[in-house]
């Protein structure tokens, strides 16, 4: 399906500008974090789609639909007139879940999507492979393209940086309660990390842009300028050692109160995947945090591409203060609830 480059060569009643937004998995822990963004900013219709019988939360400020993801019809229904669709289906959901659901987005005529996807850059095929993430973001692209009738942006923004850094020793390699962190390698790959917080502004802010540029001479950015693309995003460009140091700094520590470990980051891989042959679930998130750490540099995209960060007016974040909000989700008991 062709699309006009310009809002000049659009039809009549075409307002260059997203108002309405659908949302699936708003009270997921990414797309909690998207939706309160697009509140704040006040300028979108929001409509969450929920699942009948869900006792799921969601921000004030939004319609719900409940739909049966199982009749194509209902989630049709619910899709029809929306401009934006955002796709935050959790890991644990039915396999199938997320291409049934853009299926259904291209039967109801909704212009643009973002899948499923949010983490490690897919588009690097060896990486997206060996970490295992890959087949989720390619098989959601691959929905909507079949569909042809809607254009895709993927937002890419690492590893959730507060999420990984309380969650314990298999993400970002801490142990708060037993002072211990495990480095892999030295600990000084350097790796792209966001906070949910930047996730949450980049969405809000990407779609509050110009769909279109009005013209050939307008050259802001426009939700157009990452139509069937990946969205770099990036809070922080940092290693294990940048973290601990950080929390060394938030917690008036030295390194002499931990105790740390190396691992080299090949082994720890190849442990998570024997973990995983066991059927554990920590063995795929040893596995696939001990990848983004290899020293190739695979998970720092930052290197490599153009991130978005400038265009979408994101601002930058203290890593310090991410640092805080993470070590108060470990007081708070985060990381024994997930």
């Known amino acids: 399906m062709e699309q006009l480059k310009y809002a000049k060569d659009q039809p009549s009643g075409f307002t260059n500008r997203i108002e309405r937004v659908a949302i699936v998995g708003a009270g997921g822990r990414i797309g909690k974090h ?3 963004a697009l509140i704040a900013k006040g300028k979108h219709e929001i409509t969450v789609l929920s699942r009948e019988g869900s006792d799921s939360k969601v921000p004030v400020g939004v319609k719900v639909v409940r739909v049966n993801y199982d009749d194509e019809e209902s989630v049709i229904s619910a899709l029809r007139g929306q401009q934006f669709l955002i796709v935050s289906v959790a890991a644990t959901a039915p396999r199938g879940s997320q291409e049934k659901i853009l299926t259904a987005a291209a ?3 909704v212009p643009w999507v973002m899948p499923n996807g949010y983490g490690i850059n897919a588009f690097n095929e060896r ?16 929905a909507v393209e079949d569909g042809g009738v809607s254009s895709w942006v993927l937002l890419v923004c690492g590893f959730w940086y507060e999420f ?9 390699g801490f142990d708060f309660a037993n002072k211990k962190v495990e480095f892999s390698d030295d600990g000084n790959t350097v790796i792209n990390t966001s906070t949910w917080e930047q996730c949450g502004r980049a969405v809000a802010n990407l779609l509050s842009l110009n769909e279109l540029p009005d013209d050939e001479n307008d050259n802001s950015p426009s939700i157009s300028r990452w139509r069937n693309k990946p969205m770099f995003i990036s809070s922080f460009q ?5 973290m601990l140091d950080s929390v060394n700094r938030v917690q008036g520590l030295t390194d002499k109160d931990w105790k740390i470990e190396h691992e080299p980051s090949d082994v720890r891989y190849q442990r998570g995947l024997d973990i995983l042959k066991s059927g554990s679930r920590l063995g795929f998130v040893t596995a696939l945090y001990a990848r983004g750490f290899y020293p190739n540099g695979d998970a720092n995209f930052e290197a490599t591409e153009t991130l978005a960060n400038e265009a979408l007016g994101l601002p930058k974040e203290s890593i310090d203060e991410a640092t805080k909000r993470a070590i108060q989700m470990v007081d708070e008991g985060f990381n024994t609830r997930n």
Do not use: C, F, H
């Open 127 to 142: 990486l997206a492979k060996e970490a295992m993430i890959g087949p989720v973001a390619k098989s959601g692209i691959k």
């Open 34 to 36: 998207i939706t309160e």
């Open 107 to 109: 039967k109801a005529g």
């Open 164 to 172: 990984s850094l309380a969650m314990g020793p298999p993400w970002y």
């Open 238 to 242: 940092i290693s294990q050692r940048d």
